[in-house]
């Protein structure tokens, strides 16, 4: 299968095994650069432009929420300069995307400890939400200054909270009251993480959320990444859900019935990842 023959993968895609939250790490902005003898925020910028093509992907392709590791806590540590553009072209998505995820009715959600981020990030990202505020489609959750860590500290020191005021129980802290004290926790859980750049680790990221998620990754660096990536990998997804046994029979019979076209369609030997 060449990479000319991928935008036929979408055709084959079974809606009723899509998976409804998909998360990605977006990777390898630096390397992609570096490779081109160009400077970093280069890469950051490309990767803004892969955003915006994912997003709109995601929505023709009927995933309910996306949500995209933007600015991890650790990034803090990376030279004010590339902080700095990281914001600028966050800034910009926001400001320049607002009327056409309006007109796509995406949502807008954020996690992670936002109050760290420039004044006017947060302003953008509050006006943007208002604006969005009647849309009901796709959801964009976009981690922010996000650790998946901090977010199990901020969860646990919530569920005290309740507990040092009398409202909850000791005995009755379950999974459930966890799960409920975490950053946008009216989400789904992801049923698919998509890290790209060849590295394989959770970084992390959405680590509560992740318990039962499947992983997807791939050496394609994240400014290379467009729709026909992303439909690659949900198709990867459809296909391992049956591999794991975990289909209807029916539906297992009719991917049966395909099989010839499925076989044709698999990705290995001759994409470049
Ligand atoms: C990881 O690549 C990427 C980031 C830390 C920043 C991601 C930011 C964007 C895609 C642009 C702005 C975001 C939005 C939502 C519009 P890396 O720099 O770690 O790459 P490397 O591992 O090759 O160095």
Same mark, same amino acid.
């Given at each position: 299968m060449t990479d000319k023959r991928l935008p036929e993968l979408a055709k084959h895609l079974k809606r009723e095994l899509m998976p409804n939250h998909v998360a990605i790490i977006m990777d390898g902005n630096g390397r992609w650069a570096k490779s081109r003898g160009r400077p970093r925020v280069y890469g950051h910028r490309c990767g803004a432009d892969s955003v915006r093509a994912v997003v709109e992907a995601a929505d023709q392709l009927g995933i309910k929420v996306l949500s995209l590791y933007a600015f991890s806590e650790e990034n803090w540590g990376r030279p004010s300069h590339e902080v700095l553009a990281i914001m600028t072209l966050l800034n910009t998505y926001l400001l320049k995307e607002r009327e056409e995820l309006k007109a796509n009715n995406v949502q807008l959600r954020v996690m992670g400890r936002i109050e760290r981020l420039p004044e006017k990030s947060r302003k953008l990202l509050r006006e943007t939400q208002e604006f969005l505020g009647e849309c009901t489609g796709l959801v964009l959750n976009i981690a922010l200054s996000y650790g998946g860590r901090s977010e199990i500290v901020d969860a646990c020191r919530s569920v005290a909270r309740r507990v040092q005021s009398g409202e909850l129980a000791l005995q009755d802290i379950n999974a459930d009251v966890v799960a409920g004290a975490m950053? $946008?926790?009216d989400l789904p859980t992801p049923d698919l993480l998509i890290r790209t750049s060849g590295e394989q680790r959770?970084? $992390?990221?959405?680590l509560w959320q992740m318990a039962y998620t499947e992983f997807y990754f791939t050496e394609v660096h994240w400014p290379d990444f467009r729709k026909d990536q992303l439909v690659k990998a949900l198709y990867e997804y459809t296909r391992r859900q049956r591999r794991f046994g975990v289909l209807a029979e029916d539906i297992d019979a009719a991917f049966k019935a395909d099989e010839a076209v499925a076989d044709d369609l698999t990705l290995t030997a001759e994409c470049h990842d």
């Open positions: 950053y $946008n926790c959770l970084s $992390n990221f959405m």
